[in-house]
């Protein structure tokens, strides 16, 4: 899970953290309001969502809470 910018970061520890137990990767916000990061400081902190999706085909487990096993959401059909 990533979040944009410092409010969805802390909205998401608030809200969404407690239940899912999956830590966020907070990004900068790409607000134009938001000058004092510059496009290049932008584009190397997204760069971790291209890694942590490398990383993920490396080991699929990754994709998963602890404790949840890989077929948690497997059906007869197909995938939940």
Known sequence: IFTTGS???ALYQKYCFPMTQISAIALPSTSPANC???YEELKQA?????EWLHDSFIDPERLLPSGIDQNYF???DGFQ
């Open 7 to 9: 409010k969805a970061t």
């Open 36 to 38: 004092r990061t510059s």
């Open 46 to 50: 997204y760069h971790k969502i291209l």
């Open 74 to 76: 497997q059906t007869k």
